[in-house]
């Protein structure tokens, strides 16, 4: 008896497909994929290849019972890089004295509040996890972000960078944690700037709910706190003009555009997921606009709900926004001025539905 | 570029994190002697090539992108793109550190340029001449671009 050989599964399966299996499948097919991506990113490491390729592993979110309390934890990295540090105020513990540490905890609280009163959803992954925050990381460390299980703060270093500890920074990293729980976008091109954009767009959210502020009162800008007073600069992203946020001899200008027409080929940042997110940003600032009112009643909703019926990790902006218009359809019906502006929203930034 | 020659400059270029990329360049001569051995330690070409193949973080969002170029004597280049999940701490200070170099040096030039600005004498104070406040002069053309008669 002779057997046929049989090619491997990596050599016919493309890198996304397993991506996807990754982040999707049963427990047996993840470990598959998981080795199979490994053989896959040892091949193209050896290419060299410069954009990284990373991958999400996401649940459907849980809407979890009202009124949820928050289950938070802070950790102090002591200027370190390992991860988490030490806990300093876990969920019902009295201020300590570190005010940093107290800011975290209150703004994380608040994040949390905005998520379960206005969409109903109970934490990151909708079941209530517990929502890790680390400060002090590293030392003079110019950044934050999301690990795929807590967020992480640097101090900034005091150059150009004087915190990041700044509520629309906390509501854009524990978006990603929501986007991760909610199906996952890969983090690269167009699914990972919708990924950026979610995180930008929630981020701004939750400063307007924290300051009661309508539409046309609102400053749209994401990171108004991080800048020294030395740059030349508002804040790290503006949805109300992309590309205006800063402009800096030494940081450079902002380099986001507003339009389809300025979309930026690069393969650095992912493949420019925090430069041509702001092309969704901005569609997301005019659809509010059109509503008016706050803009987390209609046009948040209108956002989160197609966050959880996407269910594609490796959507383009036009499928975000073919998603964005049927979930209009689906909670304002069909012929209704809700639908017309967001498909509007669409066509001015040069996405035609 | 050999992995025992010594490194001469470093190009350091950012992007990724929360979405600010930075970049610029260190010649190792002009740095303290204590950092120009730990960058001869930690950035030869043989380390980086290694780190750069180690697993990235599957589910970490806004972690930075670090591309290294090293230079030698003989300005030959090789690069390496590290994301921050691959690296080790030292690098990530190490690398950290090195860029604050390079932010510093731009400050500093900033700030003599403004100072430059500001130390240079202002112009004479010419007084206005009357003419300045008149009003404009009118038009002696019609709309077809011929003179009119005054």
């Known amino acids: 008896m002779t057997h046929a050989h049989r090619a491997p599964i990596h050599c016919i399966l493309p890198p996304y497909i397993l991506e996807v299996i990754e982040m999707r499948g049963d427990e047996k097919l993840r470990r598959m994929a998981k080795r199979m991506q490994k053989d896959a990113d040892a091949v193209r490491q050896a290419r060299a290849a410069a954009a990284p390729e990373t991958a999400f592993r996401g649940t459907p979110a849980f809407v979890g019972p009202t009124p949820a309390m928050p289950h938070r934890e802070v950790y102090d990295g002591q200027y370190k890089r390992t991860l988490p540090g030490k806990l300093v105020r876990a969920e019902g513990d009295p201020p300590v004295r570190s005010k940093l540490v107290n800011k975290v905890y209150d703004l994380t609280g608040k994040v949390f509040e905005f998520y379960i009163k206005e969409f109903k959803r109970n934490s990151i992954d909708g079941q209530g996890m517990t929502i890790i925050s680390t400060v002090h990381y590293g030392r003079g460390y110019r950044n934050a972000f999301w690990t795929g299980e807590q967020m992480v703060f640097g101090d900034g270093d005091n150059q150009l960078f004087k915190t990041f500890v700044d509520l629309s920074i906390i509501g854009h990293e524990l978006t990603h944690g929501v986007v991760q729980f909610s199906g996952g976008l890969i983090y690269q091109d167009q699914a990972g700037a919708i990924n950026e954009s979610l995180a930008d767009v929630f981020g701004v959210m939750v400063v307007q709910y924290a300051k009661k502020q309508t539409v046309s009162e609102a400053s749209w800008l994401v990171g108004e706190e991080i800048f020294t007073p030395e740059v030349n600069g508002h804040a790290l992203r503006s949805l109300r003009a992309p590309g205006m946020a800063f402009d800096d001899d030494i940081l450079g200008k902002d380099p986001q555009p507003y339009h389809m027409d300025f979309y930026v080929n690069t393969y650095t940042d992912y493949g420019g997921v925090h430069i041509n997110s702001g092309i969704p940003n901005h569609a997301f600032y005019l659809l509010a606009q059109y509503l008016g009112g706050y803009s987390w009643t209609k046009a948040g909703q209108i956002w989160y709900q197609a966050m959880q019926t996407l269910q594609n990790p490796r959507a383009t902006f036009a499928d975000w926004a073919d998603t964005t218009v049927e979930t209009a359809w689906r909670l304002f019906g069909a012929g209704s001025f809700e639908v017309a502006m967001t498909r509007r929203a669409w066509k001015l930034v040069g996405i035609h539905i | ?150």
Not at chain 2, 27 to 48: E, H, Y
Not at chain 2, 91 to 110: F, G, N, P, S, V
Request: proline share 10%.
């Open chain 2, 1 to 150: 570029m050999k992995h025992t020659d010594p490194i001469r400059r470093i190009h350091l270029r950012t992007s990724g994190g929360i979405g600010i990329p930075l970049e610029g360049t260190v010649d190792v001569d002009a740095l303290s002697p204590t950092l120009a051995r730990r960058v001869q330690k930690a950035l030869n070409p043989k380390q980086l090539a290694r780190i750069a193949r180690r697993p990235k973080a599957p589910l970490m969002t806004d972690q930075i992108a670090y591309e290294v170029i090293l230079s030698d004597a003989q300005h030959q280049t090789t690069s390496y793109t590290v994301l921050e999940s691959q690296a080790d701490e030292e690098l990530l200070e190490l690398l950290d550190e090195l860029m604050a170099q390079i932010i510093e040096a731009k400050r500093q030039a900033r700030k003599s340029v403004k100072k430059q600005e500001d130390d240079e004498p202002p112009g004479p104070d010419i007084p206005p001449t009357p003419s300045d406040n008149a009003l404009p002069a009118p038009d002696l053309e019609d709309d077809t671009g011929h003179a009119q008669d005054p």
